[in-house]
Nanobody
Framework: QVHLVESGGGLVQAGGSLRLSCATS????????LNWFRQAPGKEREFVAA????????YYADSVKGRFTISRDNAGNTVSLQMNSLKSEDTAIYYC????????????????WGQGTQVTVSS
């Protein structure tokens, strides 16, 4: 069992920044790839950002490229998402997911999810 807890969400004006964190605990948590998704009201959960298994390469949704940065601490227990130049369309609940296989951008690949953290961007 892997337990994920997101934090750092809140209300911010357009153009502002937020930093989200996802802390993990449980057996072999470091063996899981931890990545970010988001879900806006009435929409499906969508991929935001991912790191490859080595943590060297990052992948981003086109809508956030150049504005968001994903990173993971050396121990592999915490993954962060730095969000800059936020837009109203970034408003959503942001989820951290953990997987050991499958496609990084498919929600069905993920075995565990956190409870989510709300990000609201006012225009």
């Amino acid at each position: 069992q892997v337990h994920l807890v997101e934090s750092g969400g809140g209300l911010v004006q357009a153009g502002g920044s937020l930093r989200l964190s996802c802390a993990t605990s449980g057996r072999a948590a470091a063996a899981y790839a931890l990545n970010w998704f988001r879900q806006a009201p009435g929409k499906e959960r969508e991929f935001v950002a991912a790191l490859n298994w080595s943590g060297v390469s990052a992948y981003y949704a086109d809508s956030v490229k150049g504005r968001f940065t994903i990173s993971r601490d050396n121990a592999g227990n915490t993954v962060s998402l730095q969000m800059n130049s936020l837009k109203s369309e970034d408003t959503a609940i942001y989820y951290c997911g953990a997987r050991t296989r499958g496609s990084y951008d498919s929600p069905s690949s993920y075995e565990y999810w956190g409870q989510g953290t709300q990000v609201t961007v006012s225009s």
